[in-house]
């Protein structure tokens, strides 16, 4: 069984940015897309972008142009950056298959504030 270990997050400024990683502890290879998700309190988890094997990728038109999500089967890691983060990116962000097939991590805290 996968396991999956967010990192990255913490405490950044309006326009400021911040690159997630996502450690799988087996291979992620044969999983065709993997995604970035997030979770604000009071709301429901969403999908921010994901990514297939091949490389396309897709993302809420509330980060795109901002966000760019990339994959390294090598390392079974997947990436988030993010850029111009907004106060409204708050949120506990996680990593997980699209659709969702592995047991989520514990996420890595995103907060946006000045």
């Known amino acids: 069984q996968v396991q999956l270990v967010e990192s990255g997050g913490g405490l950044v400024q309006p326009g400021g940015s911040l690159r997630l990683s996502c450690a799988a502890s087996g291979s992620i290879f044969s999983i065709n897309a993997m995604g970035w998700y997030r979770q604000a309190p009071g709301k429901q988890r969403e999908l921010v972008a994901a990514i297939t094997s091949g490389g396309s990728t897709n993302y809420a038109d509330s980060v795109k142009g901002r966000f760019t999500i990339s994959r390294d089967n090598a390392k079974n890691t997947v990436y988030l950056q993010m850029n111009n983060l907004k106060p409204e990116d708050t949120a506990v962000y996680y990593c997980?298959?699209?659709?969702?097939?592995?047991?989520w991590g514990q996420g890595t805290q995103v907060t946006v504030s000045s």
């Open positions: 997980n298959a699209d659709p969702v097939t592995i047991n």
